[in-house]
């Protein structure tokens, strides 16, 4: 990311030169390691597993992998249609080492050549230049809220291909919860007959641990089998990942510049990623890798709010009751309004009543304090605000820039909204469902096979 040495909060503009394609969009009414950690901003090799024959659940890494294959599919998926003498030039590989992963990429079809690129004259393959295979290869993503349930299917692009929402289903076990969205997912997946699809991920709140079992306190989850019931209902190998981990992630795949194709020794800069909507949560991104701690994510729903006047009108002093999306409902309530969603909240402040417009500029000061708070703690390079309560009242993000430059002793902090924007649960689903095949591609292949 570019730091902009201020507390503006930027908007950045996504590259138009790979677009975010949302076709077929309609609503309906991380595993974490079994060896020990490795170090910060490093990750073990990747873990493929089953709970039972046939299943396979991988533990994400949520990294810019140094493997070859994966440096020559990065620099396909940056800056393709690429010569194998650029792609060289921009990874550190060699030209024989460049040849042999092509080769390779080619072979599995997770690469294609482009004859109608090559130079007047030009004679051998290595003239030839090559891009991603997007023709024929899709991954499905699943992001899984307390009351919304989104599928996704993504080109090798990380682009949405696809798109539905589902209300999260009430069941009476986790498994037959997780049996329903399965369903689901394999039913939209049936659009797409002529397509391979390789892989699934999934990114939902709660500490996800080895096996893809995730516990969830707000959905009442102890320990269930997310990983395994997918994978068994919807007939694919699944990675798993906390959600605010797995959007921190999505922000390295997004931003091109996080993703300059470096010598394996090379580190490059740092973010903390907060993400707020229904519940709130941090990332920490070091080096081109996303930080998962073996305890599970970081959890801040329980630090104290701060001073509130409507927000918290059950006096819970928590950050997440107090700016959740309930939480602002729950308030708009007690203050007298006649509202339903969060959404009605901001039409309301939209069109110009005051009691909305105090209440969500009272959520984007409590953000703001605990951005700033949050902040003084890693001291990152950049601080990335991600969620729907950022993106969808960016009338509010100059006070959450002011609490910012309040709170922290930084005297200027780089402060600026995701390039998700309101995708951001899809995008996080997305590089979940593709980071096996980025981090490792011919063995992601082999085991979709």
């Known amino acids: ?45 990747a873990k493929f597993g089953g709970t039972r024959a046939g299943i396979h659940v991988a533990t994400p890494q949520l990294h810019l992998s140094t493997k070859p294959a994966a440096v020559v599919l990065r620099a396909a998926r940056l800056h393709g249609p690429v010569f194998r003498d650029a792609a060289s030039a921009a ?53 899984i809220g307390l009351k919304v349930t989104s599928i996704t299917t993504h080109d090798l692009f990380h682009r949405v291909v696809g798109a539905i929402q589902i209300p999260t289903p009430a069941a009476d076990t986790p498994e037959q919860t997780l049996t329903s969205i399965g369903l689901s997912a394999k039913r939209f997946l049936s659009r797409w007959q002529n397509k391979r699809v390789l892989w699934a991920g999934v990114a939902l709140a709660g500490r996800v641990d080895n096996g893809g079992r995730v516990s969830h306190s707000r959905l009442n989850w102890q320990s269930a089998p997310v990983g395994e019931v997918l994978a068994s209902v919807i ?15 999505a922000e390295l795949l997004l931003n091109p510049q996080a993703e300059l194709l470096v010598d394996p020794g090379q580190e490059g800069g740092s973010f903390v990623y907060f993400y707020a909507r229904e519940t709130v949560g941090i990332a920490f991104t070091v080096g081109g890798s996303v930080y998962t701690p073996t305890a599970g994510p970081p959890e801040i729903g329980h630090f104290p709010a701060g001073r509130t006047e409507l927000l918290d009108p059950h006096r819970t002093g928590r950050l997440e009751p107090t700016v959740s999306d309930t939480g602002v409902v729950d308030a708009a309530i007690a203050a007298g309004l006649t509202i339903e969603t969060v959404e009605d909240v901001h039409q309301l402040a939209a069109a110009g009543n005051d009691v909305a417009r105090a209440i969500l500029t009272e959520r984007a000061e409590v953000l703001g304090r605990a951005v700033g708070l949050i902040s003084d ?34 005297e200027r902090r780089d402060v600026r909204v995701s390039r998700s924007g309101a995708t951001v649960q899809q995008q996080a689903a997305g590089a979940v469902s593709l980071d096996a095949i980025y981090s490792d591609p011919i063995e992601a292949l082999s085991r979709s096979l």
Do not use: C, W
């Open 91 to 143: 990874s550190g590989l060699s030209i024989s080492t460049v040849n042999r992963q092509v080769s390779a990429l080619l072979k599995a079809g997770l690469l294609r050549e482009r004859a109608d690129l090559a130079p007047a004259g030009a004679i051998g393959r290595p003239r030839l230049p090559f891009e991603l295979n997007t023709a024929e290869y899709l991954t499905v993503g699943i992001h």
């Open 377 to 410: 703690i890693f001291n990152p390079d950049h601080v990335v605000l991600g969620g729907q309560a950022f993106t969808d009242a960016p009338s509010t993000l100059p006070v959450v820039a002011r609490a910012v430059r309040e709170t922290s002793v930084s």
């Open 1 to 45: 990311m570019t730091a902009t040495l201020d507390h503006r909060i930027a908007t950045p503009v996504r590259p138009s030169a790979r677009p975010n394609a949302l076709a077929g969009s309609r609503v309906a009414s991380p595993a974490r390691p079994a060896h020990p950690q490795p170090a910060l901003g490093q990750k073990a090799p």
């Open 235 to 249: 007939g694919l190998p699944i990675s798993v990942a906390s959600h605010v981990e797995a959007m921190a992630a």
